[in-house]
């Protein structure tokens, strides 16, 4: 059986040829083409279907692998807090055994800032952000913007 690409391709050929064709001929391969399209089509949609089922499918595991990932990722941050709490109460800065080297080090400084407004303009950057949404809507009053178009595009919809 022809392909979809295929089936296109012989539809637009028939489609050319419809004036040098005899009106019958023309006709019934037409609706043979179009016929055979139809089942393609439908194939193509049962595919789908699977694949829609299976993208849940997938998305969901993900979810619920992520989830256990974060549970364990908590589980080892408290192990690790317990464990360095427990070194610096009893003032062990270090622990070797046979298999691991345990110690506890100071982290590079961090910056916190209290009061922003108290910052001077030149240790500031000012960002330009688009606002996608205020444009969108000029343009769709029919106001014009420079630099930007509405632009409609097209999909296939299976129900």
Do not use: C, W
């Not at 000029?138 to 632009?151: D, F």
């Amino acid at each position: 059986m022809a392909t979809l690409y295929e089936l296109t391709g012989k539809y637009l050929d028939l489609l050319n040829m419809a004036e040098d064709v005899d009106p019958t001929v023309f006709h019934d391969t037409l609706d043979a083409i179009q016929d055979t399209i139809e089942v393609k089509a439908d194939g193509y949609a049962k595919v789908d279907k699977e694949f829609a089922k299976d993208e849940v499918a997938l998305r969901e595991e993900a979810q619920r692998l992520s989830a256990r990932a974060s549970s364990i990722g908590n589980k080892r941050r408290l192990l690790k807090q317990n464990l360095q709490d427990s070194m610096e109460a009893t003032d062990t800065p270090k622990i070797k055994t046979d298999k691991f080297t345990i110690y506890i080090q100071n982290n590079p400084a961090k910056l916190n800032i209290e009061d922003e407004s108290q910052i001077p303009a030149y240790l500031t950057v000012t960002k330009h952000v688009i606002d996608n949404a205020k444009i969108k809507q000029l343009l769709k009053e029919g106001k014009e913007v420079p630099g930007a178009e509405l632009t409609v595009g097209r999909s296939l919809r299976i129900k």
